[in-house]
């Protein structure tokens, strides 16, 4: 078989899959480490935070296609500080984890941490919770596999993640109820 027809039919696998068989958290784990250079810096030498928020979605991302198995899109980004700031050289690593499921929709944690390498000092310099949806082959919301929590910090999170997704639904609805009342 050609490399094309076999990306082919892997890429057709992948936006097709219904197994929805529940899965780890800690199946989704994903880790990416990056080292800040002068493309992701301003004049002063400080990286941009959207090239922060950028790693954040591409992680979190991943997260949420290890764990649904079909393709995703983000639809929401908790707020989001920037609790240090990042330099030139730094290394920057970004930790992202599914915390909970609910029908179509995944919340996903992300950690970022920089360190200095020469130093070894790190830091903690982000934290954001992000909204993924699992999508079908027509590009429609698509039921997402159920989480299973196992440690400790994971049944906290999945716990933490079903208030914010209250929150959030209440906040949407009300946003639209003001919306409409406003025509
Ligand atoms: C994602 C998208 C298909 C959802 O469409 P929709 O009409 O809102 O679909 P639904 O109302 O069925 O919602 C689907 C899920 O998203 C969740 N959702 C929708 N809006 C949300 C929001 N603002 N915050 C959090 N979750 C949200 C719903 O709760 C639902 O979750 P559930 O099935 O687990 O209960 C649509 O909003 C979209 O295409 N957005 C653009 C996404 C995109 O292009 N992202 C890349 C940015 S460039």
């Known amino acids: 078989m050609d490399r094309q027809t076999a990306f082919g039919r892997q890429r057709e696998r992948f936006l097709v899959s219904t197994d929805l068989t529940p899965r780890r958290a800690a199946d989704s784990t994903t880790v990416l480490s990056v ?6 810096a301003n004049n002063a030498g400080y990286v941009h935070g959207g090239t922060i928020m950028r790693l954040v979605d591409t992680a979190a991302g991943i997260a949420a296609i290890k764990h649904a198995r079909r393709r995703v899109v983000t639809v929401a980004m908790d707020d989001m500080s920037f609790l240090a700031p ?19 929709s995944m ?24 909204v993924f949806v699992g999508l079908d082959e027509n590009g429609k919301p698509t039921r997402v596999p159920p989480v299973i929590a196992e440690s400790d910090d994971e049944k906290r999170r999945q716990a933490q993640a079903r208030i914010r997704r209250e929150q959030r639904l209440v906040r949407k609805r009300a946003l639209g109820e003001a919306a409409s009342e406003a025509r």
């Open 107 to 130: 919340e996903i944690g992300v950690r970022v941490d920089v360190e200095t390498v020469p130093s070894g000092e790190t830091r903690h310099v982000a934290s954001a919770h992000l």
């Open 86 to 104: 990042v330099y030139i050289g730094d290394l920057v690593t970004v930790r992202a984890m599914v915390n909970d499921a609910h029908r179509t």
């Open 35 to 40: 080292v800040m250079e002068l493309v992701h």
